[in-house]
């Protein structure tokens, strides 16, 4: 037997279940994003039209594509990095010497990241509560009025980030806290000697070690704060005025819940393209710096 | 579904006793992935014998061809009497001259109301129309000051604007273009505009209120437009010092006594069932005067026939009074399968309303735009006489 046609066979078991379980549902999904598959179409087959790019250029035009879309980009481009510095910051302290009941710190940590998020919705939809919330009661001890947290739409986003935030943290943390480990301590004894304060040990030896495990962190966190979904569906259900209505969102509305597969199809598309072209360029760019 | 899917098990063995052939295989169903459900176990082909449908999902499955007329069973069926139905509920499983569904419980949406507030506001007698709404609100509204509301309308159910709007035809050309440019539904647009623009209601979603019944007995707002169910609840979590302070009305309409949404369940048959005559059995027996009065007892749902109003249980609740009254006057939402969708539209536009972001002709154009953009395959379908593009308008 030649050793290629051995690999091939041991390969075929794998490689036979990623065609049937990811390329045959891309195809197809594919192919119903150019038709206008709906509740007509599972009616009688004949009902179904064949539309070429018109689910995407219908969806260029409309307004809530863009919407939705600009919300997600504030949702990712303010939540991803406080997400990593959040979790970082609760790694370095947890790493830190200094620090005492580790083990429950790290529990309690974490813990956010293993509730689920319908339950824990609750809660924090009272701690935002405009007349009853803790939050509020809190902040009117300074002297500041209260906040529609959740109803005003300006305020919408900023909540469901910090909920994100606090709920996701927490996995970033751990492997955050594994990099830590991993770095030799003689460098920092080394910096130490050579004069460096606990901001350039940080500066010039933590982050530059840490650099793959941020590529990592980053590129996770960036792909699974794109799918932005379960947060405002619990919380909000897209509102005040669709204010935290993400691309996600919109795609089960028109999916599950209108039963327009055709349209779904071509907004996890362009999704799919944009968090690929996202991801693409943060390897470049990591690339170019050398992390890799 | 739900609640009433446990508790019509204990009308069952009666029916099997006077039935003995037949077994009755009951299968309880969350109503919240109920439509999910049904719509793959139609793909599967797997759906039961029969079911009970929201109304307002009857238009999609008649269309997908998935449902059975009853028409030759009800002629057949006497004690089923179709004048004794209320008309609105009745009308709801009606598409294309065929009758594809037969009531089981019904419910609309009215006024629950704080008589108390009301009468410190100086108003003694509910409204019965806009004009006097509108007086009322704004009595109580000076008189509870800017903390505390006339109104609970929340912006994030499209029910309260609909039944608002439902007194006037909002699709038009057999539900082939929307029909929100009308000058009825400007009007109503225009008056729930005003509610907000006065601080008659909080423009907020029911999200923000936690606990919509002790923000009531708070006297938070005094009109809810609610459903039946809240009898019970308001019964049950109201104190006592305030039991007799609450009433129900029926909705006030731009002239007088206004139109309501008829919702509510109804039962169907498949048209895959193999057991189509025991099936209608069932309904049938489900139907009858007395079961509903029973099945009213276990779960407080109203009956869609007039006669179970005369038993007791109902005819002396005085706070059910007013649904029975409202129920007269009660319609069905136009029978298209993307209607849910276009009552999203409805809620959200109508947001965009409260909240001063759109005027109301603005917003009148736009729910058309949307409406005309949602029915564009159903006006394919009617134009290529398309097999069965089911549904009339109203």
């Known amino acids: ?292 | 579904m739900g609640f009433e899917g446990e508790q019509v098990a204990q009308l069952l063995p009666e029916f099997e006793r006077r039935n003995p052939g037949i077994h009755v295989d009951l299968q309880q169903m969350p109503v919240l992935s109920a439509h999910e459900k049904l719509l793959t176990a139609y793909a599967g082909d797997s759906l039961p014998d029969v079911t009970p449908l929201g109304n307002t999902w009857i238009p999609e499955f008649a269309l997908l061809g998935a449902l059975d007329p009853l028409d030759e069973e009800i002629a057949a069926t006497p004690a089923l009497d179709v004048a004794d139905y209320y008309a609105g509920p009745w009308d709801s499983g009606v598409i294309d001259g065929r009758t594809y569904a037969v009531p089981w419980y019904v419910e609309t949406r009215i006024p629950f109301y704080r008589v108390d507030l009301l009468h410190e506001a100086g108003i003694d007698k509910p409204p019965a129309s806009w004009d006097e709404w509108r007086t009322a609100m704004a009595a109580v509204k000076r008189k509870v000051g800017p903390k505390r509301y006339a109104i609970l309308l929340p912006l994030n159910e499209f029910e309260p604007l609909l039944n608002l709007a439902i007194h006037d035809p909002l699709l038009r050309d057999d539900g082939r273009y929307g029909n929100f440019r009308s000058a009825g539904f400007k009007r109503t647009l225009a008056f729930y505009k005003e509610i907000f623009d006065n601080d008659w209601a909080p423009k907020v979603a029911n999200t923000a209120i936690s606990n919509v019944w002790d923000e009531f007995g708070n006297g938070y707002y005094t009109f809810y437009v609610n459903g039946p169910w809240n009898i019970a609840e308001f019964r049950k979590r109201l104190p006592p010092s305030l039991a007799d302070k609450w009433m129900t009305m029926p909705l006030p309409g731009p002239d007088g006594p206004g139109a309501s949404v008829a919702g509510g369940t109804s039962f169907v048959v498949f048209r895959n069932s193999r057991h189509k005559a025991a099936a209608w059995k069932l309904i049938a027996y489900l139907s009858e005067p007395r079961v509903q009065v029973a099945f009213h007892t276990l779960t407080g749902n109203l009956p869609p026939r007039r006669s179970p109003w005369k038993d007791p249980s109902l005819a002396n609740d005085r706070h059910a009074r007013a649904f029975r009254e409202q129920l007269e006057r009660a319609v069905p939402t136009p029978k298209v399968p993307e209607w849910e969708r276009i009552a999203t539209e409805l809620r959200l536009v109508g947001e965009q309303v409260a909240n001063d972001r759109m005027t109301v002709d603005q917003a009148a154009a736009e729910l058309d735009r949307r409406a005309d953009a949602i029915l564009e395959k159903r006006r394919w379908m009617l134009d290529h006489g398309g097999g069965h593009a089911a549904g009339a308008t109203q």
């Open chain 1, 1 to 292: 037997m030649k050793r290629s046609l051995a690999g091939w066979t041991f390969a075929a078991p794998a490689l036979l279940v990623i065609a049937v379980f990811f390329f045959l549902p891309v195809v197809a999904a594919l192919a119903l994003s150019v038709t206008d598959f709906d509740i007509y179409a599972l009616a009688d087959i004949h009902n179904l039209r064949f539309v070429a790019l018109d689910n995407y250029l219908g969806l260029l035009r409309n307004p809530l594509f863009w919407k939705t879309l600009g919300n997600t980009l504030y949702f990712v481009v303010v939540g991803v990095p406080l997400s990593i510095a959040v979790s970082l910051g609760a790694a370095l302290l947890l790493h830190s010497k200094l620090g005492r009941f580790k083990g429950f710190f790290r529990t309690a940590f974490f813990a956010p990241v293993v509730t689920t998020v319908v339950a824990v919705a609750v809660i924090w939809r009272y701690l935002f509560h405009t007349r009853y919330g803790l939050v509020n009661w809190g902040l009117s001890w300074v002297g500041i009025d209260p906040i529609d947290w959740l109803g005003d739409p300006h305020w919408a986003m900023p909540t469901i980030i910090v909920f994100a935030v606090w709920k996701n943290f927490g996995y970033n943390m751990i492997i955050f806290l594994a990099g830590l480990q991993s770095i030799p301590e003689d460098l920092y004894e080394a910096a130490r000697i050579d004069g460096a304060g606990p901001w350039r040990q940080f500066r010039h030896v933590t982050l530059p070690m840490l650099g793959p495990v941020l590529l990592l962190v980053g590129i996770l966190t960036m792909s699974g704060y794109f799918q932005l979904f379960a947060e405002p569906y619990v919380m909000t259900q897209g509102g005040p005025l669709e204010s935290t209505k993400s691309v996600l969102y919109l795609m089960y509305e028109e999916g599950f819940k209108w039963w327009n597969l055709g349209n779904a199809s071509a907004v996890a598309f362009l999704l799919f393209v944009l968090m690929a072209a996202v991801t693409s360029a943060m390897m470049w760019f990591a690339r170019r710096k050398g992390a890799e």
